[in-house]
């Protein structure tokens, strides 16, 4: 039954990016210091919710990796996020930069640079206007292939943000690395910071102390700090 789930999901990943099926939301990221949003995450969804109904990134992304189709999905959906930054100029309405994930494969594609340079330079976009984001178990296991193409990247003028920070393969010696200009925190060190039923348990003690440290921690090592997570007022 499982393999069976996996070869639709993999028949509607394959449509998708033959038929536009592919869609791109928009996550706003706020500054506290700036008082208003300043970039924004590009988040994939599959038109396709009726055959299985919503499919998470979190299913479909792996499936694709598995079945060679995740550098074809990736270049589909730079290419409609760029389109949108271009032709809705983002950078004149103070968008600072949009993120994009990147997939463990197109990490380490000695190719990706120079992809994604003919892309920026169609668009007629900034390198800066774009920020990679790369989750923690990629920066852990990549090495030297990684990072060759963020060096080549950060030099084009792009910059990178390690994703799912203390989500379980924290190796804290990664975020000293100089790649990283930004470094975003997981919502599963966040959330128990606010459990309403036990407001003055130990655990919710512990996971402030956690948390402030951490945020005092990469803040002194002059990286920038997005807190996922964050839904309510």
């Given at each position: 039954q499982k393999r069976d789930r996996q070869e639709l999901i993999y028949r509607i990943v394959q449509n998708a990016i033959k038929n536009d099926g592919i869609e791109m939301y928009y996550q706003p990221i706020y500054s506290i210091a700036e008082k208003r949003f300043t970039n924004c995450e590009a988040l994939v969804r599959l038109k396709d919710t009726k055959t299985l109904?919503?499919?998470?990134?979190?299913?479909f992304i792996p499936v694709a990796e598995r079945n060679f189709l995740i550098i074809p999905l990736s270049n589909c959906?730079?290419?409609?996020?760029?389109?949108?930054?271009?032709?809705?100029?983002?950078?004149?309405?103070?968008?600072?930069?949009?993120?994009?994930?990147l997939s463990a494969i197109e990490s380490i594609d000695l190719t990706?640079?120079?992809?994604?340079?003919?892309?920026?330079?169609?668009?007629?976009?900034?390198?800066?206007m774009v920020n990679l984001e790369i989750t923690e178990s990629i920066a852990v296991s990549s090495g030297r292939k990684l990072k060759r193409n963020m060096d080549d990247l950060i030099n084009h003028g792009c910059?990178?943000?390690?994703?799912?920070?203390?989500?379980?393969?924290?190796?804290?010696?990664?975020?000293?690395?100089?790649?990283?200009?930004?470094?975003?925190?997981?919502?599963?060190l966040l959330w128990p910071c606010f459990k309403k039923d036990?407001?003055?348990?130990?655990?919710?003690?512990?996971?402030?102390?956690?948390?402030?440290?951490?945020?005092?921690?990469?803040?002194?090592?002059?990286?920038?700090?997005?807190v996922e997570g964050i839904e309510t007022k």
């Open positions: 109904g919503f499919l998470s990134p979190e299913e959906i730079f290419e409609k996020v760029f389109d949108f930054v271009s032709r809705n100029h983002l950078d004149d309405k103070g968008l600072k930069h949009v993120e994009v994930n990706f640079p120079s992809l994604m340079k003919e892309l920026l330079q169609k668009h007629n976009l900034k390198p800066s910059t990178f943000s390690m994703d799912d920070f203390g989500t379980g393969y924290s190796n804290l010696s990664q975020i000293t690395r100089a790649d990283f200009s930004i470094i975003k925190i997981d919502k599963s036990a407001e003055n348990s130990t655990d919710v003690q512990n996971a402030k102390i956690l948390l402030e440290n951490m945020i005092s921690m990469i803040l002194k090592m002059g990286r920038k700090i997005v």
